[in-house]
């Protein structure tokens, strides 16, 4: 039997508009999707901003790419980005990308890649326009995965993330991506099938609300009840 052929991921990082502080937990989440073996980093590295990026592409195999302010307020950066994600995706040796930015020039881009099948997942602030994070596949918050990577307690105890309330649009969410799987006779449904359908319609990501796993935000939400079976699948059932 066959190994399954493991996603080559590229990451391409926005040195202009993104912190080299989120590194290690985009880094991670990007795991998820396969291994991230084209890393890139584009801005122009004469600006004494960038330093801290500049010090870390040795460290983590970044390329960094320069690219010159050629004309002011014009980002000829992003221009590079969206130019090389395309070189990448018509390769054919790139089955996922990560883009970390807030800039929503790169809407179009996301919604690009997403055409062909390719999932992509943004990383960026929570001020980043609503239209860039619904391009994307997944839109990652970099200061919850950064609360959610913690600090550790005096006893030496993870601190636990802090949490952001579930407001309406969420709810909405989880309730229409329930009501559209199947459920048995007691109402019960696949976790893994709700989570599925809620990222068919959102950007969705349960760590932008501190918590690392749909079924733990699901625990707290008190409209859901949540059950582990023993095929060690969780079954989510919507109570009222």
């Given at each position: 039997?066959?190994?399954?052929?493991?996603?080559?991921?590229?990451?391409?990082?926005?040195?202009?508009?993104?912190?080299?502080?989120?590194?290690?937990?985009?880094?991670?989440?990007?795991?998820?999707?396969?291994e991230?073996?084209?890393?890139?980093?584009?801005?122009?590295?004469?600006?004494?901003?960038l330093?801290?990026?500049?010090?870390?592409?040795?460290?983590?195999?970044?390329?960094?790419?320069?690219?010159?302010?050629?004309?002011?307020?014009?980002?000829?950066?992003?221009?590079?980005?969206?130019?090389?994600?395309?070189?990448?995706?018509?390769?054919?040796?790139?089955?996922?990308?990560?883009?970390?930015?807030?800039?929503?020039?790169?809407?179009?881009?996301?919604?690009?890649i997403?055409?062909?099948?390719?999932?992509?997942y943004?990383?960026?602030t929570?001020?980043?326009?609503?239209?860039?994070?619904?391009a994307?596949?997944?839109?990652?918050?970099?200061?919850?995965?950064?609360?959610?990577?913690?600090?550790?307690?005096?006893?030496?105890d993870?601190?636990?993330?802090?949490?952001?309330?579930?407001?309406?649009?969420l709810?909405?969410?989880?309730?229409?991506?329930?009501?559209?799987?199947k459920?048995?006779?007691?109402?019960?449904?696949?976790?893994?099938?709700?989570?599925?359908?809620?990222?068919?319609?959102?950007?969705?990501?349960?760590?932008?609300?501190?918590?690392?796993?749909?079924?733990?935000?699901?625990?707290?939400?008190?409209?859901?009840a949540?059950?582990?079976?023993?095929?060690?699948?969780?079954?989510?059932?919507?109570?009222?």
């Open positions: 039997m066959t190994e399954p052929r493991i996603r080559n991921i590229a990451l391409l990082i926005d040195a202009d508009n993104a912190s080299p502080n989120h590194l290690d937990p985009v880094l991670t989440v990007l795991a998820e999707l396969g991230v073996n084209v890393r890139r980093a584009y801005g122009n590295w004469r600006k004494p901003a330093k801290s990026w500049a010090d870390l592409t040795l460290t983590y195999a970044i390329e960094p790419y320069q690219q010159f302010d050629i004309v002011k307020k014009k980002n000829a950066t992003d221009m590079r980005i969206v130019i090389d994600a395309m070189d990448l995706m018509y390769g054919g040796r790139i089955g996922g990308f990560g883009l970390m930015s807030s800039d929503s020039d790169f809407m179009p881009l996301a919604q690009r997403r055409q062909e099948g390719i999932p992509v943004g990383f960026g929570e001020r980043a326009p609503e239209a860039f994070r619904a994307c596949t997944r839109y990652i918050d970099v200061a919850a995965l950064k609360r959610e990577e913690g600090g550790t307690a005096k006893n030496g993870r601190t636990p993330p802090s949490k952001k309330a579930i407001d309406k649009d709810l909405t969410l989880l309730v229409d991506a329930y009501n559209a799987v459920r048995d006779d007691e109402g019960w449904a696949r976790m893994s099938e709700v989570g599925q359908r809620a990222n068919n319609r959102s950007s969705f990501d349960a760590r932008n609300y501190g918590y690392s796993r749909l079924s733990d935000l699901m625990k707290d939400v008190p409209q859901f949540v059950e582990t079976r023993n095929d060690n699948q969780q079954y989510v059932k919507r109570l009222r």
